[in-house]
């Protein structure tokens, strides 16, 4: 069974700074995908980068990115210039292309504040 | 403009009592999904639809039912055979084949007493 692993719970960055968020997954599969999804304290989940597991080109949008490195299975998120609207939880999930249901297999969150 | 709804955003009801958690979605989207979360932990499955007039447990499946009698709506039912009810529940929805991050609605919390 496929598992997902945030260590990190709770995590706290200077506004304008740069933080990590670490993720790491247990799969035997080869193909697959992996997300990061915010929840503001609105409580609603939203998108925040995907990375498809044949891709070696780490994803981008704009001052997210990944640390994708297959191989280790982990799957950390970098968030540049910290923004006060940053604070959250961040969930990393993962799914399996050979899963039917395309069900998401999420990690238990890192709480992010952003301090001015 | 598209994007998916639930009603309402609390719920209260006391222990014993059946109540639909409702969804709706006008993604045209084929795939839902039922999660629930708690404080400290991640989402869990409870079902899924792929396709109207069928769906499938998850991984807390009991105490819950669904259906999907049509393509935008998939109600959740907690029944009073679900043990700890009161939980943060959340509905989503995906394209289907090809397509697999999901889009979320924004959530009911639920209490039970």
């Known amino acids: 069974a496929q598992t997902v692993t945030q260590s990190q719970p709770e995590m706290s960055v200077q506004e304008a700074e740069t933080v990590t968020l670490s993720c790491t997954y247990d799969?035997?599969?080869?193909?697959?995908?992996l997300f990061w999804y915010k929840q503001p304290p609105s409580r609603q989940m939203i998108l925040v980068i995907r990375q498809e597991a044949y891709k070696q080109q780490n994803a981008t949008e704009n001052r997210f990115s990944v640390n994708f490195q297959k191989a280790a299975k982990s799957f950390s998120l970098k968030i540049s210039d910290s923004q006060l609207g940053d604070t959250a939880m961040y969930f990393c999930a993962f799914t399996s292309l050979y899963n039917q249901g395309g069900k998401l297999i999420f990690g238990q969150g890192t709480e992010l504040s952003v301090k001015p | 403009d598209g994007g998916i709804t639930q009603s309402p955003k609390y719920l209260f009801r006391k222990e014993g009592q059946n109540v639909t958690l409702s969804c709706e979605q006008n993604l045209n989207h084929d795939a839902m999904y039922w999660y629930r979360q708690d404080p400290g932990q991640g989402l869990r499955l409870i079902y899924y639809s792929q396709i109207v007039n069928d769906f499938q447990k998850g991984d807390i499946a009991e105490g819950y039912s669904v259906s999907r009698e049509k393509k935008e709506s998939f109600p959740l039912t907690v029944t009073s055979a679900q043990k700890n009810p009161t939980a943060f529940y959340l509905c989503?929805?995906?394209?289907?084949?090809?397509?697999?991050?999901?889009?979320f609605g924004p959530g009911t919390r639920l209490t039970v007493t």
């Open positions: 989503a929805s995906t394209a289907g084949t090809g397509a697999y991050e999901q889009y």
């Open positions: 799969t035997s599969e080869n193909n697959y995908y």
